[in-house]
């Protein structure tokens, strides 16, 4: 298995623009997050996916972000429009339904808002 | 909101010494997962705890959960420089939300 799979690996974008922000999960994984991670903040929820049902929504931070998941092997996350603030290392996870499973990370995407 | 405060924050130590890193919250969880994260990568689960009271070891890190529930800490014996990096400790609560705390950054000179 290729693991989650994110693209694009780097954005840089203008204030303003919309950024869409792609997850692949793991085949046969029914639980989807994506987190967004700066040094100040550390690594926060943003939402959390149940067999592509959003469960928790409360970490994302304004109306400006939205998440879909229309099918179990795709997510997105669109930002519109972007800010300078936004700029982080966004990184989608997925795991296995149930309790006490490894959740497996992609490698993230470098968003950068100019 | 559940909380996780993970102490130190940053962590300067020279190789082949000892560290403990700890993991504190006021929220009960029904498993704990510690997570190391190096530059341009995302975390990987290192180890889950489950059973209040638990202690797992893995080479020469020990990770304890408390009795409650609520707190854990990581124990790393004789570091090695390849020990170097974000060590995130993540709650996971009934609905299998993953939380994550807010990383002790981890550096073992040689």
């Known amino acids: 298995d290729a693991g989650v799979i994110q693209s694009p690996r780097h954005e840089v974008t203008e204030m303003g623009q919309e950024v869409t922000l792609r997850c692949k999960p793991i085949?046969?994984?029914?639980?989807l997050f994506w987190y967004r991670q700066t040094m100040m903040r550390g690594l926060e929820l943003l939402i959390y996916?149940?067999?592509?049902?959003?469960?928790?929504d409360s970490g994302m931070p304004e109306d400006r972000f939205s998440a879909k998941m229309p099918n179990a092997s795709f997510s997105t996350l669109k930002i519109q429009p972007s800010e300078p603030r936004d700029s982080a290392v966004y990184f989608c996870?997925?795991?296995?339904?149930?309790?006490?499973?490894?959740?497996?990370f992609g490698q993230g995407t470098r968003l950068t808002v100019v | 909101t559940q909380l996780l405060e993970q102490s130190p924050q940053f962590l300067s130590i020279q190789e082949g010494e000892n560290l403990t890193v700890y993991c504190n919250s006021s929220?009960?969880?029904?498993?704990l997962q510690w997570y190391r994260q190096e530059p341009g990568e995302g975390p990987v689960l290192l180890v889950t705890?489950?059973?209040?009271?638990e202690v797992k070891k893995l080479k020469r890190l020990t990770f304890q959960f408390g009795d409650a529930r609520k707190d854990s800490s990581l124990h790393i014996t004789a570091a090695q420089t390849g020990d170097t990096g974000l060590y995130l400790c993540?709650?996971?609560?009934?609905?299998?939300?993953?939380?994550f705390g807010g990383g002790t950054r981890l550096m073992v000179k040689p």
């Open positions: 996870a997925s795991k296995v339904g149930g309790s006490n499973t490894e959740a497996f």
């Open positions: 085949s046969g994984h029914n639980s």
């Open positions: 996916f149940n067999n592509n049902v959003p469960i928790d």
């Open positions: 929220s009960v969880f029904s498993s």
């Open positions: 705890v489950v059973t209040g009271g």
């Open positions: 993540a709650g996971e609560n009934a609905g299998n939300m993953l939380t």
